[in-house]
């Protein structure tokens, strides 16, 4: 058995700050990175062109980055149950290190290749990588999983944090002969995403790899964090950090991300500056809260978590899904959120949670359909903060608020009051006064000549056949 390596790459696209692959390194000089296109996950029905065009980008890069410390990012497109042990075996690895993730079927997929691999006598190493708290560490008096945020936040956020672990600088690759036996086994070069299915034609709102990642997040704490707390609600202008789909896919190291954080607060002179790096940071501890919620309540892949939504008769107008789909559903706040969502792939945070109350509590419909289309068109789409954020919006997941309804026009006022994002997004209604435009209230004759729709609902109406709906299946 030789000195051989194999680290397996998933959501930790990345060599430097990555807390397994540096572990790999301290045991061997010889490391050789691996990724698997898994068909169990490409062929699922709620892949987005843009994430894997952004994947398959970061892929790129990393196989550059292999290549400068003198090593090789191998590709192979196939099971990672069967692909991975076969592998390791032909290339007669003494051990597979990988990163782990909170998913059901990540954690199931892990077990049954840690299994395969310990009957060929290969060991196997699982570090976490993706949270700055594993699952387990974060736990109630009674050491039970934490349901709800706000005292979450408070055990999470009075730990130390670990800082950003070694970047690979060296390693040694495959040997000629090995690299041959590699491509017997299913090594490929890799594919783009149009070679696998995905065609995306537009620009992705961050490059792939991780030197845009690190540009972005420099950016951002540099000239925008200390101004979060008052600009992170306004979609229409740029005040979100946009890493989303870096951390999604690990682009960036969260223990980077998060020492970014510190610097910022070293340097900021006010506390308003404090105040919205705090802010931000608690927004990285709500990413973490709903990875924990993942790992620990899996049953909330599939459903809700409050009792009162397990059943509930939602309306599921096909009808009014599209328009709503389509950003066609006359409320102009909502239309144009979800023709950004559509166009970049991509959908600021504030317009998340309107559109959702809208899908959900207006419209009347169940919120695993607004969910799956989300992941359907996201660069970002992760489960865990997916269905975390659309239960929330929904009441039916772990909030300890009972219901909430997100009225579409006062929050235009509130956060696009003069309607600049509207007429970003909704070119029709760029003509339209301002006053009509964040309050939803256009005038009939205007509406027609201008070709957009009428409201497809009456949201004082439903919300009230919302709320009635809502008591009696909770009696």
């Known amino acids: 058995m030789s000195e051989l390596i194999l680290f397996w790459h998933r959501r930790d696209l990345r060599i430097s700050d990555n807390t397994g ?4 390194r301290e045991r061997s000089a010889k490391i050789v990175g691996v990724f698997c296109l898994d068909p169990q996950i490409l062929e699922r029905d709620d892949i987005a062109p843009a994430r894997v065009t952004y994947m398959i980008g970061c892929l790129q890069a990393l196989q550059q980055r292999y290549t400068q410390v003198g090593s ?21 690895a003494k051990a597979v290190f990988w990163n782990s993730d909170v998913e059901p079927y990540s954690q199931t997929r892990d077990r049954e290749v840690m299994s395969a691999l310990k009957q060929q006598g290969i060991e196997c190493q699982q570090t976490w990588d993706q949270l700055l708290h594993p699952p387990e560490e974060i736990r109630t008096g009674a050491k039970t999983p934490y349901t709800v945020y706000t005292p979450f936040w408070r055990n999470w956020s009075s730990r130390p944090k670990a800082q950003p672990v070694a970047t690979l600088e060296n390693a040694l690759g495959l040997t000629e002969t090995e690299a041959e036996t590699a491509k017997q086994v299913g090594v490929i070069e890799l594919p783009s995403a149009q070679d696998i299915g995905y065609i995306w034609e537009q620009e992705l709102i961050i490059q792939p790899g991780e ?20 600009q992170r609600n306004l979609p229409g202008i740029d005040g979100t950090s946009r890493l989303s789909a870096a951390l999604k896919l690990g682009a960036i190291g969260i ?28 927004e990285l501890a709500w990413r973490e809260f709903y990875q924990h919620a993942m790992y620990n309540f899996p049953e909330l892949a599939s459903g809700a978590y409050r009792d009162t939504f397990k059943n509930f008769p939602w309306r599921n107008n ?9 950003g066609k559903t006359g409320y102009p706040i909502v ?25 959900t509590k207006d419209l009347i419909i169940n919120p695993q359909w607004g969910e799956k289309y989300f992941m359907q068109k996201l660069i970002d789409g992760d489960l865990s903060a997916n269905n975390g954020g659309w239960q929330w919006s929904a009441s039916s997941g772990m909030d300890p608020k009972p219901l909430r309804i997100f009225n579409p026009a006062s929050q235009a006022q509130k956060f696009d009051g003069e309607g600049e994002y509207i007429r970003q997004w909704v070119s029709e209604l760029r003509s339209v006064d301002s006053e009509y435009l964040v309050t939803g209230k256009i005038p009939p004759l205007e509406l027609q000549a201008c070709g957009y729709p009428a ?19 909770k009696a």
């Open 318 to 326: 096909q009808e009014h899904f599209q328009a709503w789909c389509e």
């Open 21 to 24: 692959l540096a572990a790999a």
């Open 72 to 92: 090789q990012l191998l590709i192979i497109h196939n099971n990672p149950i069967r692909a991975i042990p076969a592998l390791a075996v032909a290339l007669k």
């Open 335 to 359: 239309d144009a959120a979800m023709r950004q969502l559509n166009q970049t792939g991509w959908m600021h945070n504030r317009c998340r949670m309107i559109v959702a109350s809208f899908l």
């Open 211 to 230: 030197a845009p990642a690190q540009a972005q997040l420099e950016e951002f704490t540099n000239h925008h964090i200390t101004k979060y707390q008052e």
């Open 455 to 473: 409201p497809i609902v009456d949201h004082k109406v439903q919300q009230a056949v919302f709320k009635q709906m809502y008591q009696q299946q």
């Open 255 to 282: 223990r980077t991300v998060w020492q970014a954080t510190l610097e910022a607060a070293e340097h900021s002179h006010s506390e308003e500056a404090e105040n919205s790096i705090r802010t931000w940071q608690q």
